[in-house]
């Protein structure tokens, strides 16, 4: 056979044929005459084999080592491998399958995903209540309210800057009046946008500060309060989660949110 006949019938490229000749996974076969390579059955029941074990996923380093393996241990041991690992990438499908449909039936449910999404089925409840306490406002939805919202996704996503469980306490604080609760929370937002451009003496500075530890419920404020002073330290040092925070609020915001965590871990301490 000549390498053309060869590769159609073992269901291969010449191009891949030349690749195991080069790589020497299929031995380089004699030459007529006129310099036309000659296949013998042997090199196509190698180069079919070679075929079906790539198809089952072995590299071709595997692929080598189990036909050079005369008693196929090699191999069975290769198969019981890669057996394993499909098995487990089945449950990885599986689960992103599952999520995927938790995202889809939200976004159904809510006219769309949030743009900090996809988050977790709970904050995107939760962002939905936003949406629907933002649509009641007179004017645009403050900045503020929007920064909030990427902060509990990265929160949600990665659990930097405190405890996993700080969803599950917010969640639990809004209670039965969540549009309540959020309206109050816009009010604050609303407040915080006007110092955007503010000297962090401004007195509004303090009374902001003291309108959210008022938000606050109270087991959330206890729990910010064992966090608050390692996360003002963190942002004075200029290094991790809570200086990387401050550096994303206005001067004058930045100092209402201190002056906050200070008023917690006064009050909790």
Same mark, same amino acid.
């Given at each position: 056979?000549?390498? *053309?006949e %060869?590769?159609a019938?073992?269901?291969?490229?010449?191009?891949?044929?030349?690749?195991?000749?080069?790589? *020497?996974?299929?031995?380089?076969?004699g030459?007529?005459?006129n310099?036309?390579?000659?296949?013998?059955?042997?090199?196509?029941?190698?180069?079919?084999?070679?075929r079906r074990l790539?198809?089952?996923? %072995?590299s071709?380093?595997?692929?080598?080592?189990?036909?050079?393996?005369?008693?196929?241990?090699?191999?069975r041991?290769?198969?019981?491998?890669l057996?394993?690992?499909?098995?487990?990438q089945?449950?990885?499908?599986?689960?992103?399958?599952?999520?995927?449909?938790?995202?889809?039936?939200?976004?159904?449910?809510?006219?769309?995903l949030p743009?900090?999404?996809?988050?977790?089925?709970?904050?995107?409840?939760?962002?939905?209540?936003?949406?629907?306490?933002?649509?009641?406002?007179?004017?645009?939805?403050?900045?503020?309210a929007?920064?909030?919202?990427?902060?509990m996704?990265l929160?949600?996503?990665?659990?930097?800057?405190g405890?996993?469980?700080?969803l599950?306490?917010?969640l639990?604080?809004?209670g039965?009046?969540?549009?309540?609760?959020l309206?109050?929370?816009?009010?604050?937002?609303?407040?915080?946008d006007?110092?955007?451009?503010?000297?962090?003496?401004?007195?509004?500075?303090?009374e902001v500060?003291?309108?959210?530890?008022?938000?606050?419920?109270?087991?959330?404020?206890?729990?910010?309060?064992?966090?608050?002073?390692?996360?003002?330290?963190g942002?004075?040092?200029?290094?991790?989660?809570a200086?990387?925070f401050?550096?994303?609020?206005?001067?004058?915001?930045?100092e209402?949110v201190r002056q906050?965590?200070?008023? %917690?871990?006064?009050?909790?301490?």
């Amino acid at each position: 056979m000549r390498i *053309g006949e %060869l590769a159609a019938l073992a269901g291969v490229t010449t191009r891949t044929v030349r690749h195991y000749h080069r790589i *020497g996974l299929l031995p380089e076969s004699g030459r007529r005459a006129n310099g036309y390579r000659v296949y013998g059955l042997a090199d196509a029941v190698r180069l079919t084999r070679i075929r079906r074990l790539t198809e089952l996923g %072995l590299s071709l380093d595997e692929v080598r080592d189990a036909l050079d393996d005369d008693a196929g241990n090699d191999l069975r041991e290769v198969l019981a491998e890669l057996d394993a690992d499909l098995a487990r990438q089945e449950e990885r499908i599986r689960r992103r399958r599952a999520r995927i449909a938790e995202l889809l039936a939200s976004a159904e449910a809510a006219g769309g995903l949030p743009p900090e999404g996809p988050v977790s089925p709970e904050l995107a409840a939760f962002f939905a209540d936003m949406a629907l306490a933002s649509a009641g406002l007179p004017g645009p939805e403050p900045a503020m309210a929007a920064k909030e919202r990427e902060l509990m996704a990265l929160l949600d996503a990665t659990g930097a800057g405190g405890s996993g469980n700080w969803l599950a306490a917010l969640l639990g604080s809004v209670g039965d009046d969540a549009q309540g609760a959020l309206r109050r929370a816009y009010d604050v937002y609303a407040r915080m946008d006007a110092l955007a451009g503010a000297d962090p003496a401004d007195p509004r500075v303090a009374e902001v500060a003291g309108a959210i530890v008022e938000l606050m419920p109270e087991d959330i404020g206890r729990s910010l309060a064992e966090e608050a002073g390692d996360a003002l330290i963190g942002a004075e040092t200029g290094g991790g989660f809570a200086a990387a925070f401050f550096a994303d609020l206005a001067p004058a915001q930045a100092e209402v949110v201190r002056q906050a965590m200070r008023l %917690l871990w006064e009050r909790h301490r």
